[in-house]
């Protein structure tokens, strides 16, 4: 079985380039090639000789992904993309274009099985993790579509990054390596909907990245009615965590938090927020949730997100209303890949 080339590090293939009878600088030659000049065969690798490149080939697999559906918002030109995997399973990116650079939305997972309550991406559950190389080649392959440069990355697609965590560090390291994309740690965000042990896993690495807690509620009560993992860690517990993260990295937590219809956004929700984080070094990301046909969650009404802000800012917390994007091309995490899986099916 040829190895996953891709996601190995500069370390692993000086050791892998010395078996093979070749000097360490092959290493950073190769590598190179990989994440600079984004190389998709050996063939194309010039200042390699032809036997070794052969060599090469014979070894490896150089990971690449099949665009099925690429969606291109009207709006406000999101694109949404469904890429297909080795052995079939379908996987969602999207890149969203800011005044500030392109944001490609990563997925860290084919599906997932954390089960939130107002996210698509969990109805059909989890099909498997996906590899450094799966998650390098969504970036790749949307630079390449685009032809634009992606200045930010956030690990919010499908998929818990927590549940997949070492595949994911081993993503953080090769995307920011300086041989390679050089993309700066603190340009990507990750997302949890809140494992503590993966937070803590996270801060002793020390990578400068923005942590993201989906929290969606102020109270336990409220938080397990829209997530189950709820049932496993209370908020204190997963807080607890966050400001761990805080004090060994120096970095700002982010809370997203999804307001639903008549579920959490009451003003007594936003008082209960508001208190949970007062005098907290924080961020938080109010979020009109997108409404998903398997779902019957409504949004809350401008009104009551205005409200619920206006609450929040009483108390002097930092908080913002996330723009929504690609509403006319199924924004909802995870809606475009269910929609894909369905016409295959019937198909």
Not at 69 to 88: A, E, H
Not at 151 to 159: C, K, R
Not at 313 to 338: F, H, S, W
Request: glycine share 6%; net charge neutral; charged share 30%.
């Amino acid at each position: 079985m040829k190895k996953d080339i891709l996601s190995m590090n500069i370390t692993e293939l000086e050791a892998d380039m010395e078996e093979l009878g070749q000097s360490k600088f092959r290493a950073t030659q190769v590598f190179r090639w990989l994440h600079v000049d984004r190389a998709e065969t050996f063939e194309e690798m010039t200042n390699i000789s032809k036997d070794f490149r052969k060599v090469l080939d014979e070894e490896y697999e150089i990971y690449t992904l099949e665009i099925v559906k690429r969606l291109i918002s009207k709006i406000d030109g999101t694109r949404k993309y469904i890429f297909r995997l080795k052995g079939g399973s379908l996987i969602e990116s999207v890149m969203m274009p800011y005044d500030h650079g392109n944001t490609i939305c990563i997925s860290t997972q084919s599906g997932c099985r954390m089960g939130c309550r107002f996210c698509a991406s969990t109805i059909n559950g989890l099909e498997r993790n996906l590899t450094p190389a799966e998650m390098l080649g969504q970036f790749y392959a949307i630079e390449k579509d685009t032809n634009e440069k992606l200045t930010n990355a956030v690990l919010m697609g499908s998929g818990e990054p927590f549940d997949n965590f070492d595949n994911v560090a081993r993503f953080l390291e090769l995307i920011s390596d300086n041989n390679g994309t050089k993309l700066s740690k603190r340009n990507v965000t990750l997302s949890t909907c809140g494992l503590p042990e993966g937070i803590r896993k996270l801060a002793e690495l020390k990578y400068p990245v923005t942590l993201a807690l989906s929290l969606h509620a102020p109270d336990d009560e409220t938080r397990k009615k829209l997530m189950p993992i709820a049932n496993k860690y209370t908020i204190d517990e997963t807080l607890a965590a966050c400001w761990e993260f805080f004090e060994r990295t120096g970095r700002r937590v982010s809370f997203e938090y999804s307001l639903v219809s008549g579920v959490n956004d009451s003003k007594e929700h936003a008082k209960k927020l508001a208190e949970l984080f007062y005098g907290k070094n924080c961020h938080i990301n109010l979020i009109p949730v997108n409404p998903v046909d398997e779902r019957d969650y409504q949004q809350s009404t401008k009104e009551a997100i205005e409200r619920f802000r206006g609450i929040l800012e009483k108390y002097r917390i930092n908080v913002t209303i996330r723009r929504e994007m690609g509403r006319d091309i199924n924004g909802a995490c995870g809606q475009l890949r269910n929609e894909t899986m369905k016409e295959e099916t019937i198909g």
